[in-house]
């Protein structure tokens, strides 16, 4: 089969930038035409226009989204985003993802992804509410326990959640715990949930600097974005003795070489509406000198894009773990090879929310629910089992982390694809 090779050119088109590494993948694997066709194209792809009544008394039409790229090993599962910048193409990018990461943990889900394009930073509790009801019944249809499972991404949390159960338990007649996951724990949720992405790119952070015979207590990190997945990487990473030297949200980036106290960090962008605008404790530098510090880890957890052939050969970092999906276009992948840096890619390095959604979702069917510790001990061990796998398979076909953990995915969802036939 004739597949492209990574270019080194710009892509802007998200899913284009992961399409260029399934191919490489691909082509490793020697994957059949008519599997590779099967796997790039999304099952389901639904587009929503939801009438809002806003609080000045207009009605806003609002564009949502929810693609389901690939149901081979069970319920599509996926976050849904609330951001201006959502469009069908990184909808189906975010989907695509979804879809290798369950396969890298080995959980038992294919790939989806929603989203909604809108600025939830500007809109009243009320309007969220509306507009997330109005979007849960519109794909009341696509949602499901045992059909497709959505969860928390970027600018939903924990209340957009316990809306879209109500809305679909209303919608369907009986309670539905079981249709979303990363919900409060008085609804059916799983300890852990709120912490577990930000724990997992701890976790492979820890794999990957022991595998660079780096200590924590020696090593510095500077972590992009400030959000669930930024600030809890930043504080378990600090637990590890890794020293945060600066921390980032759209205000922009905050640097202390002496160490950011990360707690403190933390209570300040809470009691300042979520804003880590004024932090005093640190020098003010912008989003872009915090990529290319002299640090030894660096975390993108915010958005896409943010490290590519403009900025990579300026990266500094022996190690990048990559907490946001995407933020390495793949036109800086070649750069970073060669300069050496490691890379632990966003579909193994943060699947720890999904590893955690995904006990939820078997706390919810069974009605029994775990302990902290219980649910910290499994997605711990499933972590490390999937950086081992994607290491050693890094080693056997000489690729980078990114690339190998595409062949672990693809390779597992393309051998199910020819067990379950049918075609
Ligand atoms: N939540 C989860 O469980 C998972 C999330 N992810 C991925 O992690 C990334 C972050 O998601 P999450 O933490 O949930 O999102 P949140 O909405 O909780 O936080 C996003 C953070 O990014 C910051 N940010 C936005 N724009 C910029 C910018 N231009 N420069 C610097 N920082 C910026 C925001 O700042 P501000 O608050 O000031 O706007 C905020 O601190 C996304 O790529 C998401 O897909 C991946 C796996 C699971
Ligand atoms: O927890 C989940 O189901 C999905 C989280 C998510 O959207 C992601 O991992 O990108």
């Not at 996926?78 to 990184?90: S, T």
């Not at 190998?404 to 049918?422: C, Q």
Request: contains cysteine; proline residues 3%.
């Amino acid at each position: 089969m004739e597949v492209k090779e990574s270019q080194l050119v710009e892509h802007s088109n998200p899913f284009e930038s992961m399409m260029s590494r399934f191919d490489v993948a691909a082509k490793i694997l020697g994957l059949d035409e008519d599997t590779y066709n099967m796997l790039k194209s999304p099952v389901k792809a639904v587009m929503v226009n939801v009438p809002v009544t806003m609080d000045n008394g207009r009605t806003q039409v609002f564009e949502g989204y929810r693609v389901i790229h690939n149901n081979y090993l069970g319920p599509s599962k996926g976050g849904i985003r609330y951001a201006m910048d959502v469009c069908l193409d990184e909808v189906k990018a975010l989907a695509a993802w979804m879809t290798w990461k369950c396969a890298v943990v080995n959980i038992p889900f294919g790939g989806a992804k929603g989203g909604i394009k809108c600025d939830p930073r500007i809109m009243s509790k009320g309007e969220l509410e509306r507009l997330t009801r109005a979007y849960t019944s519109a794909l009341s249809d696509v949602f499901g326990p045992e059909k497709d499972i959505p969860a928390p991404d970027m600018g939903t949390g924990q209340q957009e959640m316990a809306w879209l159960v109500d809305e679909f338990s209303k919608i369907k007649g009986y309670a539905n715990a079981g249709v979303v996951t990363g919900k409060p724990l008085v609804l059916g949720g799983s300890r852990g949930r709120v912490e577990a992405t930000g724990r997992g790119v701890m976790v492979t952070c820890r794999a990957a600097l022991n595998k660079l015979r780096i200590n924590p207590a020696n090593a510095t990190a500077a972590v992009q974005g400030f959000g669930n997945v930024g600030s809890i990487s930043a504080k378990l990473l600090e637990t590890q003795g890794i020293k945060i030297i600066a921390i980032s949200d759209v205000s922009g980036a905050y640097y202390n070489k002496e160490g950011i106290n990360v707690s403190e960090a933390i209570a300040y962008s809470q009691a300042n509406r979520n804003s880590l605008d004024g932090y005093r404790n640190a020098e003010k530098i912008t989003n872009e000198e915090l990529l290319t510090l002299d640090v030894d880890v660096l975390v993108p957890a915010a958005l896409q894009d943010q490290i590519t052939k403009h900025n990579a050969h300026k990266i500094r970092a022996k190690l990048i773990v990559e907490g946001a999906n995407g933020p390495t276009s793949a036109n800086a992948d070649d750069i970073l090879n060669s300069k050496g840096i490691i890379v632990v890619p966003d579909i193994l390095a943060n699947a720890g929310g999904v590893t955690v959604s995904y006990f939820e979702w078997v706390q919810n069917r069974m009605g029994y629910f775990w302990t902290e510790e219980r649910v910290n001990r499994r997605a711990d061990r499933t972590m490390k089992e999937a950086f081992e796998q994607v290491y050693q398979a890094s080693l056997k076909f000489n690729v980078n982390m990114r690339i190998a953990a595409y062949i672990v995915a693809i390779d597992k969802v393309a051998s199910t694809r020819k067990l379950l036939g049918g075609y």
